[in-house]
């Protein structure tokens, strides 16, 4: 990381500190996206900074949710193998921020543990801040979120990014696919490979979809 990395990161980390305790910051020296986040978080979610682990959603999958977590297998199987040698977390929320399904090598997955990024955590704004989950579906686009952007410091020192999966046919938002790493590891390409993952889930969502369709209408052929 370059000095002038390093000097961004400890610009915005000073603000964040100056912003949650509560005071009038300036927040134009950061991304609009980052500031709208923080803002959300602070006046709109009153979520304390203090949080270090998200809450579990206890429901299970509906139909959709179910059909979305098996149309992502084969895509975050694919970016794995791509980025091979890289500890990245790859996975699959719903349009909730409920996490559907995740992977990871062991180191990751324990990092992953502590904040409950696995199956079932709940990343919305209003339970994990700003991260590359609830902030994607909160705007309903591709975003990076880097290391101290984020609103809790439970999560700081994550590189983390997403893009929104939309319905194949009518355009609607499903959930978000992401990639996310600690500190040191990173690809120049992440956001582009969340795209690309996406992309993908969403082409498979409609075969999968057409699977479910067929088999539902078969399933009554006995009483035709």
């Given at each position: 990381m370059?000095?002038?990395?390093?000097?961004?990161?400890?610009?915005?980390a000073?603000?964040?500190?100056?912003f949650?305790?509560?005071?009038?910051?300036?927040?134009s020296?950061?991304?609009?996206?980052?500031?709208?986040s923080?803002?959300?978080?602070?006046?709109?979610?009153h979520?304390?900074?203090?949080?270090?682990?998200?809450?579990?959603t206890?429901?299970?999958?509906?139909?959709?949710?179910?059909?979305?977590?098996e149309?992502?297998?084969?895509v975050?199987?694919?970016?794995?193998?791509?980025?091979?040698?890289?500890?990245?977390?790859?996975?699959?929320s719903?349009?909730?921020?409920e996490?559907?399904?995740v992977?990871?090598?062991?180191?990751?997955?324990?990092?992953?543990?502590?904040?409950?990024?696995?199956?079932?955590?709940?990343?919305?704004?209003?339970?994990?801040?700003?991260?590359?989950?609830?902030?994607?579906?909160?705007?309903?686009?591709?975003?990076?979120?880097?290391l101290?952007?984020?609103?809790?410091?439970a999560?700081?020192?994550?590189?983390?990014?997403?893009?929104p999966?939309l319905?194949?046919?009518?355009g609607?938002?499903l959930g978000?696919?992401?990639?996310?790493?600690?500190s040191?590891?990173?690809?120049?390409?992440?956001?582009e490979?969340?795209?690309?993952?996406?992309e993908l889930v969403?082409r498979?969502?409609?075969?999968?979809?057409?699977?479910?369709?067929l088999?539902?209408?078969?399933?009554?052929?006995?009483?035709?």
């Amino acid at each position: 990381m370059s000095d002038v990395d390093h000097r961004e990161i400890s610009n915005i980390a000073q603000l964040w500190e100056r912003f949650v305790s509560g005071n009038d910051v300036d927040l134009s020296t950061i991304r609009p996206e980052i500031a709208d986040s923080w803002r959300r978080c602070r006046d709109e979610h009153h979520l304390s900074p203090t949080v270090t682990r998200v809450p579990s959603t206890t429901k299970d999958l509906s139909m959709l949710d179910a059909d979305l977590k098996e149309a992502a297998v084969p895509v975050i199987d694919l970016l794995r193998d791509a980025i091979h040698g890289i500890s990245a977390l790859v996975g699959i929320s719903n349009r909730q921020g409920e996490l559907i399904n995740v992977e990871g090598d062991s180191k990751v997955l324990a990092a992953a543990e502590a904040i409950n990024a696995l199956p079932g955590g709940d990343w919305k704004e209003a339970n994990g801040g700003t991260n590359c989950i609830g902030t994607g579906l909160a705007i309903s686009k591709p975003i990076q979120i880097i290391l101290d952007e984020h609103y809790l410091p439970a999560i700081k020192n994550w590189n983390t990014c997403s893009a929104p999966v939309l319905h194949p046919i009518n355009g609607l938002l499903l959930g978000a696919f992401g990639i996310s790493g600690l500190s040191e590891v990173g690809h120049p390409r992440m956001l582009e490979f969340a795209g690309r993952g996406a992309e993908l889930v969403s082409r498979l969502l409609g075969s999968v979809q057409a699977i479910d369709r067929l088999t539902l209408v078969r399933s009554f052929d006995d009483f035709s």
